[in-house]
T-cell receptor
Framework: GEDVEQSLFLSVREGDSSVINCTYT??????LYWYKQEPGAGLQLLTY?????DMKQDQRLTVLLNKKDKHLSLRIADTQTGDSAIYFC????????????FGTGTKLQVIP | GAGVSQSPSNKVTEKGKDVELRCDPI?????LYWYRQSLGQGLEFLIY????????KSGLPSDRFSAERTGGSVSTLTIQRTQQEDSAVYLC?????????????FGAGSRLTVL
């Protein structure tokens, strides 16, 4: 069955890199996602990666996927105070109409 | 519509009353999800609708919770005999469904406070 886990909290200094980690249990995941939730708002997609990829980079964001260890990470370079939010990883299993399952979310605090 | 619309944005009710929360998904999206987010907590999956298939209700916490989706579009989440522990933000999301990337678009949520 699907189970997605994340650490609850991460604190970094402005300008440093942030690395948010996620583990999942189902090896049949096809798509893995990172969503961002700013205070008082719904979630917005940041990026996603297909399971046959190891890495995806988009400006300050780098997603790394280790399929052997079922580990997904999101690296934010040059973290800014505007990056303070809750970050959720999510997975979608193989199959036409599988639902997307979310992790518990990691609250990122950026210290000026 | 351009996005996922939820109403009401805020609801304060007394313990024991029934409440209805509405979600208007993006036109043409076949998949619709309801989640609950309590203060400081992650997302708790409640229910998933996909086209005309039977909904996945595995996340509903008790029989006081129910949801329907009429005509494959608008969805209503109903909570009967509300309890204080039902206080949370209820988030709705929709997606195109299918075997592709299935990016979810979320509404802004309905904040429920049970006194």
């Amino acid at each position: 069955g699907e189970d997605v886990e994340q650490s609850l909290f991460l604190s970094v200094r402005e300008g440093d890199s942030s690395v948010i980690n996620c583990t999942y249990t189902d090896s049949s995941s096809t798509y893995l996602y990172w969503y961002k939730q700013e205070p008082g708002a719904g979630l917005q997609l940041l990026t996603y990666i297909f399971s046959n990829m190891d890495m995806k980079q988009d400006q300050r964001l780098t997603v790394l996927l280790n399929k052997k260890d079922k580990h997904l990470s999101l690296r934010i370079a040059d973290t800014q105070t505007g990056d303070s939010a809750i970050y959720f990883c999510a997975e979608k299993l193989r199959g036409g109409y599988q639902k997307v399952t979310f992790g518990t979310g990691t609250k990122l605090q950026v210290i000026p | 519509g351009a996005g996922v619309s939820q109403s009401p944005s805020n609801k304060v009710t007394e313990k024991g009353k029934d409440v209805e929360l509405r979600c208007d998904p993006i036109s043409g999206h076949t998949a619709l999800y309801w989640y609950r987010q309590s203060l400081g907590q992650g997302l708790e999956f409640l229910i998933y609708f996909q086209g005309n298939s039977a909904p996945d209700k595995s996340g509903l916490p008790s029989d006081r919770f129910s949801a329907e989706r009429t005509g494959g579009s608008v969805s209503t989440l109903t909570i009967q005999r509300t309890q204080q522990e039902d206080s949370a933000v209820y988030l709705c999301a929709s997606s195109s469904g299918g075997s592709g990337a299935n990016v979810l678009t979320f509404g802004a949520g309905s904040r429920l406070t049970v006194l």
